[in-house]
């Protein structure tokens, strides 16, 4: 009889230690995997973000770079990783879209992906080489008209939200350029402050210290509203195409499955992070405007996002191999 009570016992213990089991995290360093090359804005905001996790969690954050395929690869990895809260991933905007622009994609975003949290937003910015000598969104216009299919242009990867963003602009401005796709933004940085490119659109971030030193100009954000980091410089709505809005945002991911609470432990740990004083300056320093918010409000964003972008590149006729 005492034997079949330490068995009861023991059983109905069996919960509460799988329980305490899944809570006690972390105990060895956490791989925050970046779709996209160093250098870029969702590379910088995942660096800033690993540093500080590593502090609140007292366990390394690794940052693996797994560029390709405008961050398919590193959402494949992750969604096929373990759902033990170790492989993280973090993301730009171009997640709601690549699915509806490349064949063959072996994820869905909304499904095989776990929300962890949003983090920040921010606005693109159209710049242009100084060797092309335009100051504006309609001089640019006129250039590129004078010159069909004679200008190179450039937006980090195919697929993201900001070359995206340059494909809606060509088709309401009526013009030619060339697409010239990249790995990240950092990769496409030499061929835009070298001239290659002529006309580029990125994120705020990577691209306003450029700006300000006078190696790119500014022609316009993509916003409805100009940016706090760069006042002077105007939309593209105001520029001739009312109602013109896009923006950068980022997010954080793992792997369906993984237990809840370690979900919220990093939902919590995350967003108590983008409220600290420090990492709200140097967000809106960059030009992000921190964003953060709980697993189900980062599913109602794709669940607006998605759609909306698929049937951008649908009317479009966009697709990439």
């Given at each position: 009889m005492?034997?079949l009570w330490?068995?009861?016992l ?24 970046v779709?996209?090359t160093?250098?870029g804005?969702?590379?910088?905001v995942g ?11 007292g ?5 693996d ?8 690869i590193?959402?494949?990895l992750v969604?096929?990783a ?10 730009g905007?171009?997640i ?18 776990e929300?962890?949290a949003?983090?920040a937003?921010?606005?693109?910015i ?10 504006s ?6 250039y ?18 900001q070359?995206?963003?340059?494909e809606?602009f060509k088709?309401?401005?009526g013009?030619?350029?060339?697409f ?14 070298g ?9 705020i971030?990577?691209?306003t210290s ?10 316009a ?6 940016s ?6 105007p939309s ?6 009312p ?11 793992t792997?369906?499955?993984t237990?809840?609470?370690?979900v919220q432990?990093?939902n919590?740990?995350?967003v ?10 140097r967000l ?11 697993p ?20 479009a006729?966009?697709k990439?191999?």
């Amino acid at each position: 009889m005492k034997n079949l009570w330490v068995i009861a016992l023991a059983t109905a213990m069996t919960p509460i230690a799988a329980q305490a089991q899944k809570t006690d995290y972390p105990q060895r360093p956490i791989r925050l995997i970046v779709g996209f090359t160093p250098g870029g804005s969702t590379d910088l905001v995942g660096r800033l973000l690993g540093v500080r996790l590593s502090e609140r969690l007292g366990q390394q954050v690794v940052i693996d770079n797994r560029p390709g395929a405008s961050g398919i690869i590193a959402a494949e990895l992750v969604s096929k990783a373990q759902p033990d809260g170790y492989t993280l991933l973090i993301s730009g905007s171009s997640i709601s879209a690549v699915g509806s622009l490349y064949k063959n994609v072996k994820f869905d975003v909304q499904r095989d992906l776990e929300p962890l949290a949003l983090v920040a937003t921010s606005a693109y910015i159209m710049v242009a080489h100084p060797s092309i000598n335009v100051k504006s969104v309609q001089e640019m216009i006129t250039y590129a008209k004078a010159r069909p299919g004679k200008i190179s242009w450039g937006a980090s990867v195919p697929g993201t939200v900001q070359h995206l963003s340059g494909e809606m602009f060509k088709r309401l401005a009526g013009i030619d350029m060339v697409f010239i796709p990249y790995k990240g933004t950092g990769a496409m940085m030499p061929d835009v402050l070298g001239g290659r490119l002529q006309i580029a659109i990125d994120n705020i971030l990577v691209l306003t210290s450029h700006v300000k030193l006078g190696s790119l100009t500014a022609l316009a954000v993509t916003t409805a509203k100009r940016s706090p980091l760069l006042p002077d410089v105007p939309s593209i709505a105001e520029s001739g195409f009312p109602g013109f809005d896009t923006a950068g945002w980022f997010s954080l991911y793992t792997t369906p499955k993984t237990p809840q609470p370690i979900v919220q432990r990093l939902n919590t740990e995350i967003v108590a992070i983008v409220n600290t004083a420090d990492m709200r300056d140097r967000l809106m320093t960059l030009g992000a405007t921190p964003l953060p918010g709980t697993p189900d409000d980062l599913r109602r964003k794709l669940a607006t996002e998605v759609p909306a972008w698929r049937k951008v590149i649908q009317d479009a006729g966009l697709k990439a191999d």
